[in-house]
């Protein structure tokens, strides 16, 4: 939900830009503006999908640790 709302901001945010290097006389800035939106949305995105993969794999591991724990404990009963 938190992508969709940054990919919303960024569309409007580089629409705006764009809109504003077809009027200006030196339109670089505005394209640098509306480049540069869209470089920190995909650098968010990956840095979010690294988090969440990373918090996944803890996961995973201490859902490994605890099905060992459990046989490690009904072997010794």
Request: proline residues 3%; contains cysteine.
């Amino acid at each position: 939900m938190k992508t969709a709302i940054y990919f919303i901001i960024t569309c409007c945010i580089s629409t705006g830009a764009f809109m504003a290097a077809t009027n200006m006389k030196f339109p670089f800035p505005a394209f640098i503006v509306a480049f540069g939106i869209w470089g920190l949305f995909f650098w968010g995105w990956n840095r979010r999908a690294k988090k969440q993969a990373e918090r996944r794999s803890q996961e995973q591991l201490f859902a490994e640790y605890m099905r060992s724990k459990i046989r490690n404990d009904r072997r010794r009963i």
